[in-house]
């Protein structure tokens, strides 16, 4: 049985994370309970991806040993989750791990994920798996260390995680299974199991080698039973020559002529019965050879018919391929789609938990949504850059959360960003600043268009809503 590395630190861990991080970072505990048992099996499912390769893997050894990852960190968490500098120490730390084991979009989705379905803001699922990120990696490293593993057995043993990774994945986080490959798990137990059967039938065929081998041996020795006859009857005839010579004193010469004419006769009539057992067998052979005939025709027949019958068959077992094709192409269509609805479903949800600046974007943009509406026009009132930049203030980051929300949860909208602020380089700027804030945070690039108009034409932010 190989070690399951979510079982150790889950039991290193026990309720001190949960009781810790839900007043830190101002979360109910079950929401912050639920939120743990999706990162851990996703965090597992990022080293699994990772150190799918030799590099990958060289790259994990190199991060436990410039780290320090060896599991000492779990021998002490008193306060570790509460807050103060050993918290902040260790979300930097676990931001930078997580830079390491994913990309962009694979830790956007993963947050999205872990949000919606823990009910918890995005900011404590990213924090929580900082936070979580150094705790597996400290027993990885453990691991690592007891073992003396090099990049090529931590792949074989990341390899060996990749089933726990996926059965600790609860059922509505299915889609981060995905992200990071943890499918591809069971190729692997596919090829070992091709392998035994090509052994297997390696073995049968020296098997068969040897049963046709020992067949010819005993061919061999039925054509030397007739020299093992023929030589004793030889030297009997020899002896019956010396014989008559010493009782009749007679040439032995005479006495062969007359053994030699008893040989001869008996040779005569064992020729007889030989030239007449072998015309019996030759007429058996002929009534056998007409018996095969019948029976090959008769065969040949039976054949034909069952071959005509499994063209009918496999003709009617095409068609039902076909159609089950068909039906399960359907089947998946449906799903995708229901997919997506429960998707938006659950974003739409989401937007109750959001308290909108009364006027700001977000709440204009939320209300056209929930009202339908095809086409409008907004005003970002809350939207600030930092002097003569195209940099946020705090207050615009914040509304473009919001609006990042809305957007995903309408996902037919569209936005023609138009920025009046300052000269047109500048307004030009700070409009592709917004597209890129939101292409960043999951938002499809296509639904939002960029354009700065300068001064003159009007002042701020405005965007003209569509779908």
């Known amino acids: 049985m190989s070690v399951n590395l979510l079982g150790l630190l889950q039991d290193q861990l026990g309720n001190v994370l949960v009781d810790q991080a839900s007043s830190f970072l101002g979360e109910n505990a079950s929401g912050v309970s639920k939120a743990v048992s999706g990162i851990l099996p996703g965090l597992l499912g990022s080293l699994v991806s990772k150190g799918s390769t030799q590099s990958g893997a060289a790259g994990i050894l190199d991060m436990i040993a410039k780290g320090g990852h060896d599991g000492s960190a779990l021998s002490n968490l008193s306060g570790l989750f509460s807050g103060g500098s050993s918290t902040t120490s260790l979300l930097k730390t676990g931001s930078q791990l997580i830079g390491g084991l994913m990309n962009d979009q694979q830790s956007n989705s993963m947050i999205d994920m872990i949000s919606g379905f823990a009910g918890i803001k995005k900011s404590s699922s990213s924090s929580l798996m900082s936070m979580l990120a150094p705790m597996l990696l400290g027993v990885l490293g453990k691991q690592v260390k007891s073992r003396d593993m090099n990049a090529s057995s931590l792949m074989n043993f990341l390899g060996s995680q990749a089933e726990h990774a996926s059965s600790a994945m609860p059922s509505e986080l299915a889609g981060l299974r995905g992200v990071f490959g943890l499918s591809e798990a069971s190729k692997a137990r596919g090829g070992a199991n091709a392998n ?15 049963r046709t081998s020992t067949a010819a041996k005993k061919e061999e020795k039925k054509k030397g039973g007739f020299m093992k006859i023929l030589l004793p009857l030889l030297l009997l005839l020899g002896l019956l020559g010396l014989g008559y010579w010493l009782l009749t004193g007679k040439s032995p010469k005479e006495g062969a002529k007359r053994t030699a004419g008893t040989v001869v006769e008996t040779t005569k009539g064992a020729g007889n019965a030989i030239a007449d057992g072998a015309g019996k067998a030759v007429d058996a052979t002929k009534g056998a050879a007409g018996t095969v005939t019948d029976a090959a025709k008769g065969a040949a027949g039976t054949v034909a018919d069952g071959a005509s019958k499994a063209v009918d068959a496999t003709k009617g077992a095409a068609g039902t391929v076909v159609d089950a094709t068909k039906d399960a192409a359907g089947k998946v269509a449906d799903g995708a789609s229901k997919a997506v609805d429960a998707t938006k479903n659950a974003a739409q949800a989401g937007l109750s938990k959001i308290k909108f600046t009364p006027g700001s974007a977000g709440d204009q943009l939320s209300k056209l949504g929930a009202s339908g509406t095809a086409s409008s026009t907004i005003r970002f009132k809350n939207m600030g850059f930092e002097e003569k930049s195209a940099r946020f203030t ?14 995903k949860a309408y996902p037919d909208y569209k936005l023609d960003i138009e920025e009046y602020t300052g000269k047109k380089t500048l307004a030009t700027l700070r409009a592709k600043a917004i597209k890129t804030y939101f292409t ?19 002042s701020g932010t405005v965007a003209k809503v569509y779908k």
């Open 196 to 210: 035994a059967h090509v052994e297997k039938r390696q073995h049968a065929s020296g098997h068969t080698a040897t």
């Open 394 to 407: 705090g207050a615009a980051k914040a509304e473009m959360d919001n609006l990042v929300s809305v957007l």
């Open 440 to 458: 960043k945070n999951g938002i499809d690039g296509s639904r939002i268009k960029a354009m700065g108009k300068g001064e003159g034409a009007g």
